[in-house]
Each structure stands twice: as C-alpha cells, then as structure tokens.
C-alpha cells in the first residue's frame, strides 16, 4: 500500500544554504505526523517545499503513489491544501470572509458556492453570522477558523498544517486543536502538522520525527515520546528544554 | 424596551454585514466618516464637484459664446455687468471662455488618468510580482521615462506627433505612468511574499489572477490618492503645452491657450491671463485638498486594517 506522503532525498536550497538535507519521510493515508524541532530546524521549509512554495533542489516527493513533478497542477491543490501559522497574515486584508471562501471554488470552477460556504462555516464553528465579515473584524481564534475553512473547503485528503496555533492564546489554541482533531474525525484527513510544542504534538499526533539544522534526527510514536523511550541524544535535549519550561511555570 | 429598528448608521456600521451590498456599502461608509473628518478634504471635494457641475452645464450657464466675440466693440473690456469677468483680444466674453474651458481642462485630465494609471499599474504590478529579469526589464523602462523631465518628454512627443489637445493627452499619459509602476511595484512587493498571496496560490490560482484580484485592489487605494495629487500637474502641464502654442489650439477655450493670448496684455488688461490662471489655480487647489483627503481616508497603513 502506499503512503498518502512520501519525501524522499529532499533537498531545498535558498541563496547556497541547505535549508532541508535529504529528508525521508512517509505518511500514511489518515494518519496524523508530526515534526518537531527548534526554530530553523527546517520543519516549516519541509511543509512548504511539500506544498510548492519553496523550491526543492533535489529529492521527490510523492503523493497517494504518485510522483509531483516541478509544476504542480490544479488537481494537486484539491489533495493538500495548508493552514498557516499566523491568522493575521493569512486572510487578505480586503476580502470579506466570503469572498475568501468563494475564491477558491472559483479558481476550481466548483459551482453550488452558497450551500458550500454556508456549510464550511458551520463546520469550524462559526454561523452565517461571520459570512460577510472582514479579516479585521474577528479576533485571532476566528480569523484562524477562517482559514482552516478555505483550506477544508476544497475538500482535500492531506491538510498541512504550520503551527497552526502558536500565535493564539492558550484557552483558544486548545479550541482550535479540537476542532482540528474533529475535522480530522469527520473526513479522515491525513494531517502533517509542525509544532515546537511538544505537547500539542503529543495530543495530537500518532507519529512524530524531530529536527535539527534541516536534517532528520529520529522518528518516533508519540507514546514513546511521553515515556521518554528515545534514541537520540537530541530529542533528548528537547525533552529537557521543555521540560525546564513547565517547572519555570 | 421594544426592539428598535436599526438607523441606517446603524445598519451600515453593523460589525455582522448580512448581505455582501452591506458590507460594501459599511466598509465605503467608514472611509467616508474618515474623509468628511478633515475639513480642508471636504473643501477640495466641494470644489471639484462645483467644477464637474460647471463642465456639465457650461452651455447653460454661459452668458456668450466661447468663440465669436465683438470684435468692433467689446475688445479687452474690464470685468463688467456685462461682460463679468471682462473680454479678451477678440472681443469674447472670459466667463463664457472659462466655462467651456472647464470642459477640456475635464477631458485632459481625466483621460490622462484612465490611460495612465492602468498602464502604471499593469507595469508596476507584473514586474513586483513576477520579479526575475521581467521586473528588471520593466523597471529599466520605467527608468528611462523617469529620466526625462516630465514637461520636456511631453513637448517632444508633441513636436513628433504634432500640436493639437488629443496628441498633448497621449503625450502627458506616456510621460506620467512611471510614478505609478514605482508606487504599484513597491506595494506589490510588500504583499507578495505575505501569506495570503501564498494562501491563493496554494489554491492553484493562476499568476494573473493573484494579480488581478489579489494584488491591484490593494495597490488601489495609493494609486488613486497619487493620481488624484498628480492632477494639478497634468492641469499645469496640459495648461503648459497649451501656454506653448502645441497643446489646443485657438479658437478652443483652453485654460493655458487663453493665458496664452492674455500674456501680451498682461501689465494693463491683467484679468485676460489672470482670470485663466486663478480657473487653473482653483482646480489644481481643489485636487490636492481632495487628494490629501483620500490619502488619510483610504492609506491602508494609516487605518485599522
């Protein structure tokens, strides 16, 4: 059988700096990956050479079987679709909510837009009352439910997901969480998901691999990460690093 | 307390749009609250509108002909009961003269903006967003109009193409697009890397679509303030080829045209070059004011959003 995701070899470079060096990994159809890593370990690089936005150097990457080539068509767009870190900067600030969730049905040439932005609405918890909103009339936990909303909306069967809560606070970030977790429920999406809170990875994650300076360290089940069953002296460290973080508390 | 039915204030600044129209129309009220706060912008608007009021009802308003005057009895008269605002050379009555004049001094400006903005806009836009050797390209173009000075260009695209208020339009659009490729690639270049132009092209939005619909309505609102200020110089240009003899041509009431002709009275009949100067001065006020205004209205960077 093959994976919903599979990298292999991947290499992306930016200006002579290898930002990712030759990173393996494969994720299953309905599972949920996580990474892990301290900032500019090459994690986010990793989510958005999967998604186009950063240009591989070397490497393939792979989809349900089937090999991307350098170009990535329309059909593409409609398997992985990616929520960003920061809700601020992910909505255009001149579009109305609707107007967000139209586009891409229209870029896709997908007609019944009414029922189908109605429903997006009400599947990440906001009523029709949000419809004609714009950007800057919702708060961050909103803005972020937007977005999840227009990447759901085309229905994909791998959702990216960057960070998708750390610029929330911590009461709102659980609620996203949740929502993203029931989502994934519902349609049975296959999430890669970066985080540098171990904790939310732990939660929400099966499998995780940590990161370090754009190369992998270690795969591992998150179960293995809570009873501290690791190999690597690294995510070792990380462990710690996190653990300091809540005695500080 | 029975539920209140909803003023239309109300209604417009509502925080939950029901309709797609309310939003718009919320949106382009708060801009309007934010230009009707400054009172010099509200000035500037009463005086183009005054001015797009007298171009349209010039042929009612006029007392005399633009263009055949009394040459036997009425020339160079003083400012009058019946002649208002005075008569030049030729006998014809400067009120009427000014009044149509608004007309081409209409029609010049606003065909240099509509051929001129789009055309700063495409440039500036592609090249911002395509980057590479496009943008290098473009923007070398741009360069090479930029270095001219404005007035000068516009008088040698006028000698090639011949005097006459068309062929000064065409020049004066050629010349004054630059400013706007500049303006529109700078702001294509602050959105472009943002992740909401990322978010559209993940949904496999053609590169002339992120342009079109992505990042020209936000490049808008700095385009129409620079066009809006930029007015008063395409006036003054347009008044200047006119005062040089390659823009209308007489009998044509244009405002530079007829200082023109007034200049060789101008130490004893002032007001026939003076009253066109004072037309020209108002209008060229008028668009600053109004330009300023959009400015603070509609600057993204100076809102909330």
């Known amino acids: 059988m093959s994976a919903a995701l599979a990298v292999q070899g991947l290499d992306v470079v930016f200006d002579r700096f290898r930002a990712l060096k030759g990173v393996n990994l494969a994720v299953q159809p ?9 900032s500019g370990s090459g994690k986010s690089t990793l989510l958005r050479a999967i998604a186009g936005l950063a240009p591989a150097a070397a490497g393939t990457i792979s989809i349900n079987g089937k090999q991307l080539g350098h170009r990535r068509d329309k059909a593409f767009y409609r398997q992985i679709q990616m929520v960003f870190q ?6 255009h600030p001149r579009q109305t909510v609707d107007r967000l969730l139209q586009e891409p049905l229209a870029i896709h040439g997908i007609g019944d837009g009414e029922r189908r932005i109605a429903q997006a609405l009400d599947e990440v918890g906001l009523g029709s009352g949000f419809r004609f909103r714009y950007p800057h009339q919702l708060s961050g936990g909103q803005r972020q439910r937007v977005a999840i909303a227009r990447a759901l909306i085309l229905e994909p069967s791998i959702l990216l997901l960057d960070e998708p809560t750390s610029a929330l606070d911590a009461s709102v970030q659980a609620e996203v969480l949740n929502l993203l977790e029931e989502v994934r429920n519902a349609r049975g999406l296959t999430f890669l998901m970066v985080s540098h809170d171990l904790a939310v990875i732990t939660h929400m994650c099966g499998r995780l691999m940590v990161m370090q300076d754009g190369e992998a360290v270690e795969q591992l089940a998150a179960a293995d990460l809570v009873s501290r069953k690791v190999a690597q002296d690294y995510t070792r460290r990380l462990l710690t690093a996190s653990d300091g973080f809540v005695r500080s508390l | 307390m029975s539920e209140m039915p909803l003023t239309r204030r109300e209604w417009l600044l509502s925080e939950r749009p029901a309709t797609r129209r309310q939003a718009r129309l919320g949106r382009a009220y708060i801009g309007w609250l934010r230009f009707s706060a400054n009172r010099l912008a509200l000035i500037g608007l009463f005086i183009i509108l005054a001015f797009l009021l007298i171009a349209a009802l010039a042929g009612v308003l006029a007392t005399h002909s633009p263009y ?10 003083p400012p009058g009961p019946d002649h208002w605002l005075g008569t030049d050379d030729l006998g014809r009555d400067i009120y009427s003269r000014i009044l149509y004049g608004s007309r081409w001094t209409l029609y010049v400006v606003v065909l240099v903006a509509i051929i001129a903005a789009p055309i700063g806009l495409a440039v500036g836009t592609v090249a911002g967003y395509a980057g590479g050797w496009i943008d290098a390209v473009l923007m070398r173009i741009t360069d090479i109009f930029l270095a001219f000075p404005k007035l000068v260009l516009a008088l040698a695209f006028v000698a090639a193409l011949g005097p006459g208020i068309e062929n000064a339009i065409i020049a004066i659009a050629i010349t004054s697009w630059p400013p706007y490729a500049r303006i529109a690639r700078a702001e294509t270049l602050t959105v472009r890397n943002s992740d909401y132009i990322k978010a559209v092209q993940l949904m496999g939005a053609s590169p002339l679509r992120i342009v079109v619909r992505h990042i020209m309505p936000l490049c808008l609102s700095s385009l129409i303030v620079r066009v809006t200020l930029d007015m008063a110089g395409i006036i003054l240009t347009a008044a200047g080829l006119g005062f040089l003899g390659l823009g209308a041509q007489p009998p044509l009431p244009e405002w530079g045209a007829m200082i023109a002709s007034g200049r060789r009275f ?10 066109p100067g004072f037309a020209i001065l108002i209008v060229s006020l008028g668009f600053n004011l109004l330009g300023d205004g959009l400015r603070d209205a509609l600057d993204p960077r100076s809102g909330d959003q």
């Open chain 1, 86 to 91: 920061d809700p601020y900067g992910s909505l």
């Open chain 2, 266 to 275: 101008v130490l004893d009949q002032w007001w026939v070059a003076g009253v």
């Open chain 1, 30 to 38: 309905g599972e949920s990956f996580g990474l892990v890593g301290e």
């Open chain 2, 68 to 77: 055949i005057g009394d040459l036997a009895g009425a020339r160079l008269l």
